[in-house]
């Protein structure tokens, strides 16, 4: 079944510093989708890149795509205290009908 | 902007007993979802609602679950007789008609089983 991993499981920067986070999958999507959760919260969308999209911009955010690795990455530039939460890739496949299959997450701490 | 709405935020429930989670899709959604997270686990996708009829359904949503979308605005999942291992933060979400559309999702439910 396919899998969203994400790299690393936790990361801790200092306000100010960009964040880079990773995440892999193993069959082929339609799109990808990124969402942030914080603790004991709802999941915020905050970004959808389609299969045929490469990168895509939106305030601080870039995600970029690559499907030939089967990889996507976000990038948060100029983070924030509250930018502190957990962020999930979660994507959308060809075959697997509407259903989201989410990553495990990487644990964004920004320190003030 | 509009959004997914859940109720109850926080139920617990004692092992054995029915739970009724409630949910209010936004408005012109077709396409609707339950999915859960256990503690400290990833999300897992439940089911996928559509056209009146479960369009797909994942392992985990067994005999025990069921969905029902009972008047044009309200989407329901119900679990029979519940398991400690079923408590879980459960999530609705929806989405609209176009293909690859954003999924946009609840607050979600916390359920505890005691």
Same mark, same amino acid.
């Given at each position: 079944?396919?899998?969203?991993?994400?790299?690393?499981?936790?990361?801790?920067?200092?306000?100010?510093?960009?964040?880079?986070?990773?995440c892999s999958y193993k069959t082929s999507i339609n799109n990808l989708q990124w969402y942030r959760q914080n603790s004991g919260r709802g999941l915020v969308h905050l970004i959808l890149i389609r299969s045929n999209e490469r990168e895509k911009h939106s305030g601080r955010l870039r995600v970029?795509?690559?499907?030939?690795?089967?990889?996507?990455?976000l990038?948060?530039?100029?983070?924030?205290?509250?930018?502190?939460?957990s962020y999930f890739c979660a994507t959308l496949g060809e075959t697997s009908g509407s259903r989201l299959t989410f990553g495990e997450g990487t644990q964004l701490t920004v320190n003030p | 902007e509009p959004e997914v709405t859940q109720t109850p935020s926080h139920q617990v429930t004692q092992m054995g007993q029915e739970v009724i989670l409630r949910c209010v899709p936004i408005s012109n959604h077709l396409y %609707? @979802?339950?999915?859960?997270q256990i503690l400290g686990?990833?999300?897992?996708?439940?089911?996928? %609602? @559509?056209?009146?009829e479960i369009s797909e359904k994942s392992e985990i949503f067994d005999d025990q679950f069921s969905v029902e979308r009972p008047d044009g605005s309200n989407f329901t999942l119900k679990i029979r007789s519940t398991k400690l291992e079923d408590s879980a933060m459960y999530f609705c979400a929806s989405r609209g008609t176009a293909t690859g559309n954003?999924?946009?999702f609840g607050e979600g439910s916390w359920l505890t089983v005691v």
């Open positions: 079944s396919q899998q969203g991993e994400e790299d690393p499981q936790a990361l801790s920067i200092q306000e100010g510093e960009n964040a880079t986070m990773n970029t795509l690559d499907t030939s690795k089967k990889s996507s990455s990038l948060i530039t100029a983070s924030r205290a509250a930018d502190t939460a | %609707f @979802y339950w999915y859960r686990q990833k999300v897992e996708f439940l089911v996928s %609602f @559509y056209n009146n954003t999924i946009y």
